[in-house]
């Protein structure tokens, strides 16, 4: 569980001297620095503390209330928001900070989130597109900040000598980061998210990529843009460190709305829907079951075999697996991997290969034969080629 920056200290010291509590944590939404806030009384519609015990905060209350005391439009009509937390009869920056410090205290004692989002974002686009993602997955959060902040001028992409254009002319710059975040070690499952700069990722993505493990990771990038798309970061983050398995990313826009993030968000597999549909594999008279794995070639594999079964010849290759041209090419997120018996793999795309002994290359997973040992499975292959005809089994 990833520690959030915040304590009571600070916030009662940041009150009395009667400036905002935006000290910089790593929930979404709470980053900017909430300066000459006023104070707002209010009329008979305000919920009294007793009221608000039993209510909930949600980072989309801090926005809202945020917004409201800076005289900013807000997304919700906010009679009756239970805001009041000091009960003064009225809205001014103490109920800001206790309501930032409840939050933060809920997200750190009581989450169980196996995912996190992590995103950079520079002018909020990105972040807006977070947050959406947040409150649609109730996942964790953190913020890459640079420990030297880029100013407008150091993103004026007109200026060929500015920051942002020197950094991403040389691949091997790292952007240091400002209160890394301890480990990633108890999630399983990573929304990575950045605009694109010329092309590609920040190179500020690449200092993070590098400073953690993420061979057992899900990771799931995504972006925003005016109009270039998310191939090439998605290529160089494949490319950067080993990932466990790299779901295909999204492209948003500045425009892009919560439904449009609930519609992909609701395409991904990440309730492992089909971890009740399983692969069926009749080789030589017999019936071998797999479960699928969770990447979008699994994924496009059981759509597939949805219409029709396939019949697949597979050839013998190096004493350790069989491996066939597949009748179309499914999207590859390939990882260096060390295989073991009775993985399915996807190989360059457009070949199946089941492992009956063990190889290292890079491979994108579709899943394992269940409940069959590497004995078995060799007894049943035989020696070389066989022709195997592969269905769904609900």
């Known amino acids: ?3 959030l920056l915040s304590t009571v200290a600070a916030c009662i010291t940041l009150l009395l001297t009667a400036s905002s509590c935006g000290n910089q944590n790593t929930i979404s939404g709470l980053t900017e620095k909430d300066s000459s806030i006023p104070v707002t009384n209010l009329s ?6 007793e009221e608000s015990a039993e209510y909930e905060y949600t980072i989309q209350d801090v926005r809202n209330l945020r917004d409201f005391l800076l005289t900013r439009p807000t997304e919700e009509d906010l009679t009756g928001k239970p ?9 001014d920056v103490f109920d800001l900070c206790l309501m930032k410090r409840e939050l933060l205290y ?22 807006k597109i977070a947050q959406y993602l947040i409150e649609l997955t109730s996942a964790d959060s953190y913020v890459i900040e640079a420990a030297v902040p880029y100013t407008d001028a150091d993103i004026k992409y007109q200026d060929d000598t500015c920051r942002a254009n020197k950094e991403q002319n040389d691949k091997t710059v790292r952007p240091e980061i400002a209160n890394p975040i301890d480990s990633i070690d ?4 990573i929304f990575l998210g950045y605009p694109i700069w010329w092309g590609q990722e920040p190179r500020i993505i690449d200092t993070f990529l590098e400073s953690y493990d993420f061979s057992d990771k899900t990771v799931i990038p995504f972006c925003t843009s005016g109009s270039s798309g998310i191939a090439a970061s998605e290529k160089n983050i ?15 826009p500045a425009s892009a709305t919560k439904d449009d993030v609930k519609e992909w968000v609701e395409m991904l597999p990440l309730n492992n829907e089909q971890s009740e549909v399983k692969l069926l594999i009749s080789v030589n008279g017999q019936e071998l079951t797999a ?4 990447s979008t070639a699994a994924k496009e594999l059981a759509e597939k075999l949805k219409t029709e079964p396939i019949t697949v010849t597979l050839n013998e290759y190096g004493g350790f697996e069989k491996v066939g041209k597949l009748p179309w090419s499914l999207t590859r997120t390939d ?5 073991e018996p009775c993985d399915i793999m996807l190989y360059q795309g457009n070949q199946m290969t089941i492992f009956y002994d063990s190889n290292s290359w890079s491979y994108t997973k579709l899943g394992h034969i269940d409940n069959t040992t590497q004995e078995e499975l060799k007894a049943l292959f035989g020696e070389g080629d066989i022709t195997v005809t592969l269905s769904l089994k609900e």
């Open 335 to 339: 990882a260096s991997t060390e295989t």
């Open 238 to 252: 494949a490319e950067l460190v080993p990932i466990g398995n790299q779901l295909e990313g999204r492209r948003f």
């Open 83 to 91: 805001y009041d937390l000091n009960d003064d009869n009225r809205w």
């Open 186 to 189: 108890s999630y399983d499952t």
């Open 291 to 294: 479960s699928f794995a969770d």
């Open 44 to 49: 008979a519609n305000v919920q009294s503390s």
């Open 106 to 127: 809920n997200m750190n004692t009581e989450s169980d989130s196996n995912m996190l989002v992590i995103y950079f974002s520079r002018t909020g686009n990105t972040e």
């Open 1 to 3: 569980m990833m520690k």
